[in-house]
């Protein structure tokens, strides 16, 4: 059985993401014509509390809410690489907790995901989701 465990996501984390990212995570950034370093740590450094899962010890996935400390609604991110396919309904459930962790102290979440990109949009429509029509 894979050993999971979830902490406050380091600088040192986002730098093997970012080398290890899944493809299809690292093509939406690409997408918008950025650099997937520049944005994790751009997003890393805009989020109030960023998480990092380790599976195995490996860097599975980081996510945060980089909205503003007062906004009513989040703003949340999440890209992940190939160790959080070890274990999916585990990381599906723990994907639901931090949402509802965020929640509790926003009046709505959001995230933006590339149109094309349908696992992720499968993701988002299976953690509840409202998935709009591509802007």
């Known amino acids: 059985m894979s ?17 290890t990212m899944r493809a299809a995570d690292r093509a939406e950034i690409e997408a918008a014509g950025l650099v997937p370093r520049h944005v994790l740590m751009q997003l890393w450094q805009d989020s109030i509390d960023p998480k990092v899962a380790l599976i195995d010890g490996e860097v599975a996935a980081a996510w945060g809410d980089a909205a503003p ?41 959001k995230a933006q995901v590339l149109a094309s990109y349908s696992c992720s949009l499968r993701l988002y429509r299976m953690l509840g989701f409202d998935v709009s029509e591509p802007f």
């Open 3 to 19: 050993r999971y465990e979830i902490m406050r996501c380091r600088i040192s984390h986002l730098r093997i993401l970012a080398r």
């Open 69 to 109: 400390l007062l906004s009513r609604e989040g703003s949340l991110w999440l890209f992940t690489a190939p160790p959080a396919q070890k274990v999916p309904v585990l990381f599906f459930r723990e994907a639901r907790r931090q949402i509802a962790e965020s929640l509790r102290v926003r009046k709505v979440v």
